[in-house]
């Protein structure tokens, strides 16, 4: 079975290039693909080119954005470290409050008791004065030797009585005093607890504040790290592409200059019409032309012809050329196009390796590469 005079065209885009096939009339006018597709490639790099614009913008706004949240996290990491600092001064100032505290509680133990004390011996006193006051006043009289020592005894136990009132009267009034200030220093705990709780919350709250700033940087910064490497792997399809458009440029301007080898070209291409050799020993597992998937029955358009063959054989240019292309198009592998002239084409895709170079000129015949396995897991095929 000898397959038709069909070509296929180059055509590529961002994407990578794509493999299309037409069959071709010899007196039919027809477009010139290498045109067509350095024109798709250039407008195709110009869309990458906006997109790399767009990808750029991103990233600087990620890394505005980035700056706000770290600076935020710095704010809120100083207000942790400095409640921190507060918490420890209220420590501090709560242990110096609590040794006062315990200070003043043995002070007043001390004059509750010097208090209780004087206040029984007052009471005695009191009592005998009470009892014994007349029979004592008497007996001071009769014993008196001069009515200046009676007077003396007399004035001397009335002092008596009144410092031993007046000592009751100050020891109650310290104890008062020492009360209060208890009641002070009490007050003045109750607050700094009350103020340290209200702060280890205010940090417990700063510190949930900071994780999630954290994780908001880290996300930030993970974002940025992608659209790096989107916007690496873009540079570099950029300048691919670029080498391909100045590639294809001089392709069309060794070709325009060379416009007798180009037709003798041709016409060796179109005597070989209905004649042309297999570019593989193989069957043919898909045809030229629309096709129904066996098992989902989705139709699809094929622009070529597939021909099933071991990995590894040999495949010959079905035709005289120059090699446009070899390289990897993305859905095709390894790929190698010749160019026949005047807009004629052959396309050998799925190929293992490949032993040509993009310009060199091939025969008829001529080994170009060997066959591979498509990147769908399917059966060797050309």
Known sequence: MKPPVGVLCLAAGLAGLAALAATAQV????????????????????????KIATRRANIDGLADQEEQVRRSYDE???????????????????????????????RLEVRQQEFLAQRRALGRRLRAMYIHGRTDDLRTVLTARSVTGMLTRVRLNRTVARVQASLVRQSRDEGRSLMYQQRLLDSALVQIWQSRAETGDQSGRMELLQAEKS????????????????????????QKLTYLLEDLERQREIRAARPDTAATTVVELLDLAGELEWPVQGSVVRGFGRSVHPRFKTVTLNNGVNIAAPVGSPVAAVAAGQVEFCDNLPGFGRCVILDHGEGYYTLYAHLDRAYVTAGAEIARGQIVAEVGRPTAGEEPQL
Do not use: F, W, Y
Request: hydrophobic letters at 40%; a negative charge; zero cysteines.
């Open 215 to 238: 994780a908001a940087l880290r996300e930030l910064q993970v974002q940025r790290q992608d659209l790096k490497r989107d916007l690496l792997d873009m540079d570099l399809s950029e």
């Open 76 to 106: 809120v990491s100083a207000e942790i470290e400095e409640t921190v600092h507060i918490l420890g001064e209220m420590a501090r100032r709560e242990r110096k409050l609590q040794d006062q505290s315990d200070s003043l509680a043995v």
């Open 27 to 50: 007196d039919s006018a027809t477009t010139d693909p290498l045109s067509a597709s350095i024109d798709e490639n250039t407008s195709e790099l110009a869309m990458l080119r906006e």
